[in-house]
């Protein structure tokens, strides 16, 4: 599966982890991975792999840089795929969610998660004990904002970036 994110700077990636630390029996997410996902694009057909950096540099044509923050924890009780508790990060960024609904024009949204289901977001954490997920997402957490002037085509599969794409688009 290849996606569409947003890399997260490192005070992001630090945030995340410090807060994982008070989830022992969840699995998280290690500071590398930690990224910001705007649209997820498909799968690994050849052919559609090949033109994906093209398809993706048009979808976002005339994207200018744009602003994101951190807001708070959240949870998904009950994720639709993978297991759950999946706490994480607030994001709140009207462009991103602009972007995002852009994209959900040229590639097919998932069920579920994507269109009116998109909640934008870094991952801290999988799986563990719903008690320390609640107790996580009660505290106040510093809010943390910066500049999107990057994106990249992740694949997810061999963990890494493929394409990146410089802001403005």
Not at 105 to 128: Q, Y
Request: proline share 8%; glycine share 6%.
């Amino acid at each position: 599966m290849y996606s569409l994110n947003v890399p997260v700077p490192a005070p992001v990636a630090r945030q995340a982890g410090e807060l994982a630390r008070e989830l022992p029996a969840a699995r998280a997410r290690a500071r590398d991975e930690h990224s910001l996902l705007v649209k997820r694009l498909g799968g690994r057909d050849g052919y559609e792999a090949e033109r994906l950096p093209a398809r993706v540099r048009e979808a976002i044509a005339g994207t200018a840089p744009f602003e994101v923050a951190t807001t708070d924890v959240g949870i998904f009780a009950e994720p639709p795929t993978g297991a759950g508790p999946v706490v994480y990060l607030a994001v709140e960024s009207p462009a991103l969610v602009a972007l995002h609904e852009r994209l959900c024009d040229v590639f097919e949204p998932v069920a579920h998660l994507e269109g009116d289901a998109f909640v934008p977001h870094v991952t801290i954490a999988r799986g563990g004990e719903m008690a320390a997920a609640e107790r996580l997402a009660a505290r106040d957490v510093e809010r943390v904002t910066w500049e999107v002037s990057e994106l990249a085509i992740w694949d997810a599969e061999r963990s890494l970036p493929t394409t990146r794409f410089s802001l403005p688009a």
